[in-house]
Structure formats: C-alpha cells, structure tokens
C-alpha cells in the first residue's frame, strides 16, 4: 500500500449508486499521487444548533450513524481491494456534509464528490456561495461520466487566476499520461476575457485574434518546459466557453477550470461556466481554487 507523503486525497460518499465510483476514482487519484485515501461520509445534518441532541433525535442519530459506519465498511473493502496499493482510512463525521467537507478540505490535496445531488447540490447553488469557498480550499473534483480515455481538457481565462488550473491540469495530464487540450473563449465586446497583463498589448497591425494567440501561447511556455511529457494542442475560438468544454467533455477524460477569474471563466458560484459543468459535463470536473496553493 502507498503511504502518505503528503496531504491525502480525501472522497465524500453517502451510500449513493455514485459513491463507488467516486471513491474509485478518488482511489486512482491516490494511487497516482503516491499518497493515502480518506473515505468521508457525514451522518449529521448541517445548521443543526451546536450542542442541540434533540434536533434531529438522538435515536435519529444513533441510527444514522450505524447507517454510515456500515457503509464506509463496504466501500472501503471494495475499493482496497479494486486498488490495494493505495491506503485507505475511513472519516465519520457527526456534522452535515457540507460542515464536514469545509473541515476536510482544510488539510486535503483533492476533495472528490459524485455529481450534485441532495446535500452536495447545495454547494453549488448561488445561495451557499460562502459556504462552497470554504469548501474549495483545495481542489474540487466532481466525478461524471465514466472515460478512462482522451485528453486532459483545461479552461484558460485571461487572468493570472486560470495559472493555477492551468498546472493542474498539466500535472494530471503527466501523471495520466494523456495530451492536454488548453482552451481559450474570447468574444467581441467582452474585454474582461482578453488576456491581461505584460505582453497583451496588440502589435501594430496584429488582430485581437493574433493578440490573444500570442499571449496564450507565452501562459503555456513555462508549463510546456516543465512538463515536456505532455503534447498540447492550444484552441482558441471566437465565442461564449461553456458550450465549447460542454461539448469537449464528450470526448475528455477530465475538466479542469478556475473558481474565480475574469470573463467566461469567473467563478463557479459567481459564473455560469463551471456551474453548467458541475451539472452537465460527460467527464469528471475539477475546480481549482485561485487562493490556495496548485499543484505542487
């Protein structure tokens, strides 16, 4: 088994048909980081008053919690032995899943869930925006789809906050050994989606096209050198990005997008784009927080 060198990769399940395959994936992500696997599952029930035993009932509870214990008890033994290489312990939360999962991120490299649903949906609805950048102290993934093939497929904004989904998503095309789509979406009259900063000034001459090709093209240099494993392929289109990593999810094997930022990719409470994704794409999602360290 992997032994923990560094923060573990830690999956939110709840008993669901999608528990598995989250805590499958969240196991492959360990194996893969040479690290531990953290099996989570909450029994309480979030906004609960601190210390009030009668609300839900202590019977309630109690019930609740043989429920979880059992159920960490099954995915675990199917997960070691679907990935004995990798560690895996198990969490019971006596919080709400959302209290639970805000703790966990804290001291976590990847947080993994199964699509919104329930409890989880909450975290993703304009509402609880608090609540989920609490939650987003580290990496979300939201597990969808099921490909085990095609490329690793980043959304690049044009702002320094997508640097950080840009070395996620470099690092997890090198450990899975696929190509890397990087995917800019401008459009006329949105200047917050042109690229920023030192260089993004058109040449004489130069189209808003060329500037932004030029630009997205020296984002990605130093990643290229770090990660000389990894074929890129840049595309920059003309238009809105939500339809266009929608449509590449058909054919990816993971999404990766900022959680703030300026244009079409602002942030997942605050903007659409990631939003629609959590929801709607055919491949798992992560959400790279611009606040906290990248990858390492």
Not at 281 to 296: I, N
Request: hydrophobic content about 40%.
């Amino acid at each position: 088994m992997a032994t923990s060198g560094g923060s573990p990769v830690v999956a939110a399940v709840n008993g669901s048909a999608s528990s598995m395959k989250t805590a499958l994936w969240a196991a492959e992500e360990a194996r893969m980081r040479d690290t531990e696997l953290n099996l989570l599952m909450a029994y309480g029930v979030d906004g609960a008053p601190f210390g009030n035993r009668s609300f839900p009932p202590d019977v309630w509870l109690k019930t609740k919690e043989a429920i979880t214990h059992e159920v960490l008890r099954e995915v675990r033994e199917k997960t070691e032995s679907a990935v004995p290489e990798v560690r895996v312990t198990t969490i019971v939360a006596e919080t709400g899943p959302v209290a639970a999962m805000t703790e966990a991120s804290a001291r976590s490299r990847l947080l993994v869930m199964g699509p919104p649903t329930g409890e989880i949906t909450r975290l993703f609805a304009e509402s609880a925006a608090d609540t989920l950048s609490s939650v987003s102290q580290c990496p979300v993934v939201v597990v969808r789809g099921s490909s085990d093939s095609g490329p690793v497929v980043v959304g690049v904004d044009g702002s320094p906050f997508s640097e950080k989904a840009i070395a996620w998503a470099f690092e997890e095309a090198s450990a899975r050994d696929s190509p890397l789509v990087a995917l800019h979406a401008w459009h006329d009259g949105d200047i917050a989606g042109l690229f920023t900063g030192e260089g993004a000034l058109p040449f004489p001459g130069e189209s808003v096209r060329e500037t932004e090709a030029r630009v997205f093209e020296h984002r990605l240099a130093g990643w290229r050198k770090k990660y000389p494993d990894v074929p890129v392929e840049q595309v920059i289109v003309r238009d809105r990005p939500r339809h266009r990593l929608l449509e590449s999810s058909a054919k990816a094997r993971l999404l990766v997008v900022g959680s703030r930022g300026r244009g079409g990719f602002a942030g997942l409470v605050l903007g659409s784009t990631s939003h629609a994704l959590v929801h709607h794409a055919q491949c798992p999602v992560m959400v790279v927080r611009a606040t906290r360290g990248g990858a390492e």
